[in-house]
């Protein structure tokens, strides 16, 4: 600060000519720089890296910067990778979660944020989760050594969990909790937007488009889906997370954080039409995905938010889309395709059924911890299955999804305590209700796909454990404005 200062009074005294020659010099030597940058790379990375510098600067001054920066690089930019190397390559999500860690950090420290961390009841069981993944990780040490890649997934997965640590201390007032529902909304809805219009988009200059982002860690090619990999069968939307599934899980957690505002009594967004619009977009993106364990998660969340008084007006539109996808001719061939998963008639299904049967007999062999993360004691033994639980069953055992369960429940029956306030605050009624129909779309969209646990879907695991740390601070803040009344009445 004393040097900011000398700075300023400098300026300030300096002769306008000498003043005039440093900031030419300045400017000759930037200009220099980016016409180099520009030579030296391609156009469109020199002006990323110049605007990405700007943007790491800005975010580097706000903790609340920080943090939605980091939502923004998961909605849009879930697995690009710096265009260079340290070592390892980062990606833009490492990089922005550790400039939010850093800043938040930094404020800790300085005494700019409360020394008192703020926790929840349910805080001991994360941490004992977290253990039990670290002594799993040290026992499938036996089986292999990790490789820099694991371990660096790894890594991220425990900052991942660890953020609900840190969101919950941070968060200390409804308004910043109820922003983060803006955030969501609009960087969900520029996902989905892209993702439509990549839909849309001949199918050549879609790959084309795509295949730019190669130089970000993206494939190179290849990137077009279609249902059963088979390019006869409807195209999947993917944007930018490349894979449908892991789009689907992304787009239905965020329109269950959204969906509550459409009828709340106090809106995030005054515009309630805008609000109607992004979910339109999100869903239309959602159903494109043909992902129907997220589709069918979306229903079983639109379900649990009409169930409360106030937004029963939700259950006129289930009823709609259900006559829709019922006589539509356009709905068909959607209908079929929950037909085949429930009959186990299509080979998406039969793969799955197959893969869970191996998963069971490797959990009948290591029941209790599992086999880590590092790799297999045989060659016949493969941990990755198409669900969340099985998945975790084969690395870290039935202890470990024991573990997470208990955490699981703490979480709902802590919101559930909270729920008696939060009912009757309409600033937090609605957040609290989406965030934790978010939650439930997590958890059961992940009975049939494994993106929220397998470590190199470092975007799908800390948006899990983003969720969870939203419905914890949801749930701590109505708790903390309970107290708070009924300590003025009893003055």
Request: with cysteine; glycine share 8%.
């Amino acid at each position: 600060m004393q040097s900011a200062n000398e700075l300023q009074r400098w300026v300030v005294k300096a002769d306008r000519r000498i003043y005039a020659l440093v900031v030419g010099i300045a400017v000759g030597i930037i200009g220099g720089l980016i016409g180099l940058l520009i030579v030296v790379a391609e156009p469109l990375i020199a002006v990323g890296l110049i605007f990405g510098t700007l943007a790491g600067l800005f975010i580097l001054t706000s903790v609340q910067a920080a943090l939605y920066a980091m939502i923004a690089v998961m909605a849009l930019l879930p697995f690009g990778t710096l265009p260079f190397r340290i070592g390892l390559t980062p990606t833009f999500l490492d990089a922005a979660m550790l400039a939010f860690l850093v800043v938040y950090l930094v404020q800790w420290m300085t005494g700019r944020r409360s020394r008192t961390i703020k926790l929840t009841p349910v805080h001991p069981f994360i941490g004992l989760y977290l253990g039990w993944l670290i002594f799993s990780f040290l026992l499938g040490l036996r089986y292999a050594l990790p490789t820099s890649t694991i371990a660096r997934q790894f890594a991220e997965t425990l900052l991942s969990i660890s953020l609900t640590f840190i969101l919950v201390d941070l968060l200390r007032d409804v308004k910043t909790l109820r922003r983060l529902v803006l955030v969501f909304m609009l960087c969900v809805g520029a996902q989905a937007l892209i993702a439509i219009i990549l839909y849309v988009m001949p199918n050549d200059l879609a790959e084309r488009t795509l295949v730019r982002l190669a130089r970000f860690g993206y494939p190179n090619g290849g990137v077009i889906r279609f249902i059963e990999d088979v390019a006869e069968n409807p195209e999947r939307a993917i944007g930018t997370w490349i894979d449908p599934n892991s789009l689907g899980g992304f787009l239905v957690i965020s329109a269950l954080i959204a969906a509550p505002q459409v009828f709340a009594r106090l809106p995030v967004l005054k515009w309630r039409w805008f609000t109607w619009v992004v979910l339109g977009v999100v869903v239309g993106a959602l159903l494109l995905t043909f992902s129907r364990a997220s589709a069918l998660a979306f229903g079983v969340g639109i379900f649990f938010i009409g169930a409360f008084k106030g937004y029963r007006r939700f259950w006129a539109l289930i009823v709609l889309g259900v006559v829709a996808i019922l006589l539509l001719p356009q709905t068909q061939g959607y209908l079929t395709r929950f037909i085949q998963a429930f009959t186990a008639q299509d080979l998406a299904t039969q793969m799955r059924i197959g893969e869970y049967g191996d998963a069971f007999e490797l959990i009948s062999q290591y029941p209790f911890t599992g086999i880590g993360f590092t790799g297999t004691p045989t060659a016949a033994l493969y941990t990755d299955v198409a669900s969340m639980y099985l998945i975790m069953a084969n690395q870290i055992g039935l202890t470990g999804v024991a573990f997470f369960a208990l955490l699981i429940v703490g979480v709902f029956v802590y919101g559930w305590r909270a729920w008696k306030v939060a009912r009757n605050n309409d600033d937090v009624r609605a957040i609290h209700i989406g965030y934790h129909a978010a939650l439930i779309g997590v958890l059961l969209n992940s009975t049939a796909d494994l993106y929220f646990f397998r470590l190199d879907f470092h975007a799908s695991i800390t948006l899990l454990w983003l969720v969870i740390a939203l419905c914890l601070t949801s749930s701590r803040l109505a708790l903390e404005r309970g107290d708070s009344l009924a300590s003025q009445v009893n003055r």
